[in-house]
T-cell receptor, first 115, second 113 residues
């Protein structure tokens, strides 16, 4: 089945220690998104790629970076995690942008714990 | 400003009762509307979406939603709640020319036996 895969499902890191979260997709979608979701809150968009074009949300901290080496994979790098970065990180993909009504398909998420 | 509001952060119903989760949007242009469900420690799963075809949209797991332009609403309903419906539900909206979805605050649905 075509799907969005996130690894690992749970990640524990130390305060200030860089961490990378991974997302892959078999849907061959053009757009890949990274969201941060804290407890009992809606997902918050960090950035997205349309093909190789990177779009950063204005309020995304510089501590968060992303890479998309090819169509299938996208990575979220947190350079120096703080306690406030503990959250669920969701990857999503879509064929086109939201403005044409395209559905976003979400992965199962990676829960990040910062000690 | 374009936005989406879910009325009620928590809704509790009895098993077998009607489920009604409310979603209102604010927009001067026709929106695309989505309902997603999220189970604990899972990603979001699409329940249904409205893209200007039929105003009554049927989704998975027995859910449906009706787009009412005059009321700027897209409420989610299910005639008979099941214990497995307990989850967080998010209404989301996008607008023509937009690059992203705008999510409502979410409604946590609890089912009482």
């Amino acid at each position: 089945d075509a799907m969005v895969i996130q690894n690992p499902r749970y990640q524990v890191t130390q305060f200030g220690k860089p961490v990378t979260l991974s997302c892959s997709q078999t849907l061959n979608h053009n757009v890949m998104y990274w969201y941060q979701q804290k407890s009992s809150q809606a997902p918050k968009l960090l950035f997205h790629y349309y093909d190789k074009d990177f779009n950063n949300e204005a309020d995304t901290p510089d501590n968060f970076q992303s890479r998309r080496p090819n169509t299938s994979f996208c990575f979220l790098d947190i350079r120096s995690p703080g306690l406030g970065d503990a959250a669920m990180y969701l990857c999503a993909t879509s064929k086109g942008l939201a403005g044409v009504g395209e559905t976003q398909y979400f992965g199962p998420g990676t829960r990040l714990l910062v000690l | 400003a374009q936005s989406v509001t879910q009325l009620g952060s928590h809704v509790s119903v009895s098993e077998g009762a009607l489920v009604l989760l409310r979603c209102n949007y604010s927009s001067s242009v026709p929106p695309y509307l989505f309902w997603y469900v999220q189970y604990p420690n899972q990603g979001l799963q699409l329940l249904l979406k409205y893209t200007s075809a039929a105003t009554l949209v049927k989704g998975i797991n027995g859910f449906e939603a009706e787009f009412k332009k005059s009321e700027t609403s897209f409420h989610l309903t299910k005639p008979s709640a099941h214990m497995s419906d307990a989850a967080e539900y998010f209404c989301a909206v996008s607008f023509q020319g937009a690059q992203k979805l705008v999510f409502g605050q979410g409604t946590r649905l609890t089912i009482n036996p």
